[in-house]
């Protein structure tokens, strides 16, 4: 059974900085990618950035480049977003999610994905 468990949230100042995890286990995630999305209060769910498991090769959402950086220790299995001169546009639920290489074409799409977390709270007061 597929798990991805996102951790590290929480209230961060405007300016600040915070990482988040993302857990996977269940499979084996080579051959996949891991992204990550966020839901404002209101606001349709939206891509953030994306990662391939294998080789490391990213994309970004124009709102977070060069602010956020997403990354992944193979090792552990684990994903990473870090989350830089936050803003508080930034405050949202944010989930980590995987679906395979194959559909990096569309990798800012939610129907790109299989495996979604439960989602973890991320709040930037100004």
């Known amino acids: 059974q597929v798990q991805l468990v996102e951790s590290g949230g929480g209230l961060e100042q405007a300016g600040g900085s915070l990482r988040l995890s993302c857990a996977a286990s269940?499979?084996?995630?080579?051959?996949?990618?891991m992204g990550w999305f966020r839901q404002a209060p209101g606001q349709e769910r939206e891509f953030v950035a994306a990662?391939?498991?294998?080789?490391?090769?990213?994309s970004y959402a124009d709102s977070v480049k060069g602010r956020f950086t997403i990354s992944r220790d193979n090792a552990k299995n684990t994903g990473y977003l870090q989350m830089n001169s936050l803003k508080s546009e930034d405050t949202a639920v944010y989930y980590c999610a995987a679906g395979p290489l194959s559909r990096w074409s569309a990798v800012g799409a939610e129907t790109s994905y299989d495996y979604w977390g439960q989602g973890t709270q991320v709040t930037v007061s100004s």
């Open positions: 269940g499979r084996t995630f080579s051959g996949y990618v």
């Open positions: 990662v391939t498991w294998t080789g490391g090769f990213t």
